[in-house]
């Protein structure tokens, strides 16, 4: 099946560091990725949607400044946390739809845990 | 707005009985709904979704749903739980079938041998 590859898995930075993840769809090509962050309670907040080629479109309340997307390419997403703070620190994960199939055809990445020191 | 609540934590039940995680929702058009699983330390897998018809939808791994539009639910059962079906269960929400997905607070099912 499909697969979306997400990189680093963990990652640790100081405080006001900027923490790049990348999300890559391996073997089919994504016009849309979306990027959510899981808090430690469970809960799967979508973060906003990365659209290839244009600007992402964010979700009420996500500051676009603290969190840059880029999605350069049809098989790569960026989703850079700028100056990261402790509370930055999370669990984010991409996903990557094959175009025109439907929901059950969303592929997620593992996941990226980062810890802001 | 559209939303997706789980009211339990975590489901606990021995290996064999039946299962079921809860989940209802809200949206102002009818709903495409979905269930995803998570195992540990890899991304989520769809298991099934309910688009139109049937109320009844039969998914991945044996797990069935059942959709109930006057108690705007959408339950996840299985007849026979499998200590290999302890995972993190996502119950979500889109008013489109390529639309963003909403997703609940997910479910921690833990079957014991």
């Known amino acids: 099946g499909a697969v979306v590859s997400q990189h680093p898995s963990w990652v640790i930075c100081k405080s006001g560091t900027s923490v790049k993840i990348e999300c890559r769809s391996l073997?089919?090509?994504?016009?849309?990725m979306f990027w959510y962050r899981q808090f430690p309670k469970q809960s799967l907040m979508l973060m906003a949607t990365s659209n290839e080629g244009s600007k992402a479109t964010y979700e009420q309340g996500v500051e676009k400044d603290k969190f840059l997307i880029n999605h350069a390419s049809l098989t790569l997403s960026t989703l850079t946390v700028t100056s990261a703070h402790p509370e930055d620190s999370s669990f984010y994960i991409c996903?990557?739809?094959?175009?025109?199939?439907?929901?059950?055809?969303?592929?997620f990445g593992s996941g990226t845990q980062l810890s802001v020191l | 707005a559209q939303s997706v609540a789980q009211p339990e934590d975590q489901v606990n039940v021995a290996e064999g009985n039946p299962l079921t995680v809860k989940c209802t929702y809200s949206?102002?058009?009818?709903?495409?709904l979905f269930w995803y699983v998570q195992y540990p330390n890899r991304g989520l897998q769809f298991l099934l979704k309910?688009?139109?018809?049937?109320?009844l939808v039969k998914g991945s791994y044996g797990f069935e749903a059942e959709f109930n539009k006057s108690q705007t639910s959408f339950h996840l059962k299985k007849p026979s739980a499998l200590v290999s079906d302890s995972a993190l269960y996502f119950c979500?929400?889109?008013?489109?079938?390529?639309?963003?997905?909403?997703f609940g607070t997910g479910t921690r099912l833990q079957v014991f041998p």
């Open positions: 996903s990557a739809t094959i175009p025109g199939q439907g929901n059950e055809k969303l592929f």
């Open positions: 949206v102002s058009g009818n709903p495409y």
């Open positions: 979500a929400v889109s008013l489109d079938n390529t639309d963003k997905l909403i």
């Open positions: 309910y688009i139109t018809g049937d109320n």
């Open positions: 073997d089919f090509q994504a016009t849309t």
